[in-house]
């Protein structure tokens, strides 16, 4: 029963869902790397390494949605261990999957750099959950995605300020400590406070 | 024996007092909870629940401080909580939805499935177990939100509108429930429906402007109602109307 | 009596709207959008700060690729409204039609996001405003696009409307990026002609209909799409979708959607130089910085003979008697914000334009050193000294050529001016020439 009743939890939450919206976004990515001509000049891998994790993280965190907010306050089993297991289920899934779209090459936008931007955007999304509720926690992360798409093609020079880590090219520290610091934030007040109630 | 125990307890939204230093004790039985609208009845039945922090006051429930984070989780073993608006998932059957209410308060895995099949048949949803909750009528799904309530055979019962949407047959049976639940527990039922009150609780407070206006058995609430002038077309509705006007009079003076 | 009420009419027709357009989602959604289109153009501000050709084309790019998917989003969003609510039952029993209802939620998150879009425009024009080197603002284009964000917010709300998928909006705009990505991604596609985003550079413009076209365009479909959605005779949506339709036969059939603009064709001189110095019109108020930078080169070359006529500043290559002035553009590189970031190196860029060798197969060193010397008179570069300790420091060739090199420059500065002038005009004679025989030695 005990494995139930995860199973129920995980359908509560939408996950089978979630997990197929995942790998339904590999296989995008997969297919947009290849028709992107991307063995060509690696740089052409910026939108698939940009948008890619941003659809990623738009899909955990509609799964972090609760139908029955209020019931699942009077719940005896401790929420921020399921929430953290949640999360982290599902950035590890996405982190493992979405790389397989930019193996050709790990020096530029490749894998590295894909692991660095899912837990990025996820750690946005977790923490814009727990502002704005899970449904609109897609919002934040895609306007940041957005402006920094457009914005830094246009900064002068290689070395790229700490809060535009999404487009540095390579497995970078800074961008790292950046996404991961997103990542802890994000994450952790989600796993303490949940998401935001919302009809 | 006390169950329940409330002392000072404020609560406040906003500027808005809600619950302005309550003082209040609940023992075995059922406690009808009457009030106008925005009296505070759900304020002080999520406070009870857990599910809102007092912004003063203490409570006590079986022995345990809610405000001591252990003490809650041992009090919501043993609690049944029914809110106003109770979020479902629509792609769950009856049988799911209960066992999932039933594994978030930790019920030992063994008991669960008689106990759901226990709690569905005494909401007399037997027959609809297996049914998507998105399928079931209205009176239905709050009768699934009662079976939740009750799955964990609950120390202490908060019920806030369970009756609103049942047929005139159900709500009758629904006393019954009551009636049966209250011999072994601690039952709190918010309601609007006074007959309901008359017919199946033990007790009644009425709450005004987030104070106590009155406490007492059905009995003497129309004793009370027939005694003044009160308005209403049940004995039991002059009562309330009586007391409601009476706690007025002192709280403008 | 009577004209009490009339008067009070609109305001209580108008009062169930205004909710909608003062609290809840609406101003948050065009809050995304300024927001966005802020942090997207304040980034590389550098690159169309102080050009209104440039800031048109940055503008208009950041409204088209990011302002349009999350305006999708952002209708979407709003469309799932009344599922998320539950209020859905309750408003089919309206006696409104189902237009006017469609509309009462669409059109306040429509005009925000626009609103949105032109606040951004206009803090992108004010931005370039203050620093304008020339030309005139461009306010066509950003009209154009705030409607453009206002018929995909509407057409977004339809597929909210009809799509009962919780991912839907991050998703459809997901999908609006791809399609503009791919109709973008190369002007030589018929089908770019489609997108929204046109394909201008700094010196041409679009031709004056194509931005409302392709309003008709967009706009087109998201009509047809609402009133197939809402109208009582879903037959109506084809009115919509017949205009959207010639609009983009137009598009695709237009010859070019841009054309030169008039103001890169001219360009403004300070005659009273040698060399004359001449920018592009678009940059006019550049001249007096750039005058004032190469003023040590036009003065040392007073009176010279055979020195090209005047730097010039079009297109293309420039005539024979007339040298090319370094570029200005992009800008972000050698001007930022109205002013030129070194003049030193701006000087010794103009300096070498006024003769070259590079063509040639191998210069012999008398020629070089006298290039080298004139360099050096001329405008020295900014990395000369570097150069110089750099080769103090190497092998033995490399310092006798140092030292080759220093008394070269000794020796022109050394002369007297008339004795230089002559010199000069003699070097320029040649200037260009591989045949090292005439060019006067040092």
Redesign the interface.
Known sequence: ??S??IV??A??R?LPQTVA?LAATTVLAVW?THSLDSYLDPERRV?VVA?AP??AA??IG?SL??????????????WWRRRLTHLLCLTALAAALLPLAVLSSAQIFGPPAMVRNVLGCTGLTAGAAVVLGA??S??PV??YV???????????GTSLPAW?WLLEPGAGGGAWATAAVLFALGGGAYAVKGARGT? | MTTIQVAGLHVRHRRTVALDSLDLGFGRGVHGLLGPNGAGKTSLIRVLATVAAPSGGRVRMLGEDIADPRGRTEVRRRLGYLPQDFGYYPGFTVREFVAYMAWLKEMPAARTPAAVERAVTRVGLADRIDVKIRTLSGGMVRRVGIAQAIVNDPAVLLLDEPTAGLDPEQRVEFRELLRELGAGSTVLVSTHLVEDVAAACTEVTLIAGGRLAYRGTPEALTALGAASDGVGDHPIERGYTAALRAHREVAAR | MTTLMERRRPAAEAAPLRPEFRSGFAPLAGAAVLLTLTVALAVPAESWQGGWAETRDRTHAAAVLLGIPLSLAAGCWQGGRERRRGTGDLLETAVRGALPRFLASAVPVAVWVAVGHLLAAGCALLATWYCATGDSPYLVVPLGDSLLLGCAALAGQVVGRAVPWRLAAPVLATAGYAVLGFLSYDHDNAWSALSPLTDASADRMPVWWQPWVSVVWVGGLAAAAVLFLTARRRAVALVPLACATAAAVLLVGADGLTRPAPVAGRQVCDTSTTPQVCVNARYERLLPQIAEALSGLTGRLEGVDHVPVRFEDRRGRPRADEAELPMVTPLGWSVVRGKLTEPGQYAWEAGMALFSRADCDDTEPAVARADAAVEHYLAPSPQEKYFDELDARGSAADRAALKDRQRARARLLGMAQDERRVWLSEYFATAGDCDPSGVPTL
Do not use: N, Q
């Not at chain 1, 949605?65 to 401790?78: G, K, Y």
């Not at chain 1, 957005?146 to 002068?156: C, E, I, K, P």
């Open positions: 029963m005990t139930t009743g129920l939890y359908r509560s939408a919206a947009a939108p948008l941003l659809v738009t899909a509609s949605h609760s139908a029955s907010e209020e019931l699942d306050r009077t719940a005896v089993r401790p449904r609109l897609w919002l895609f306007g957005s402006a920094m798409y457009m914005g830094v093609s246009g900064l002068r535009a009809p």
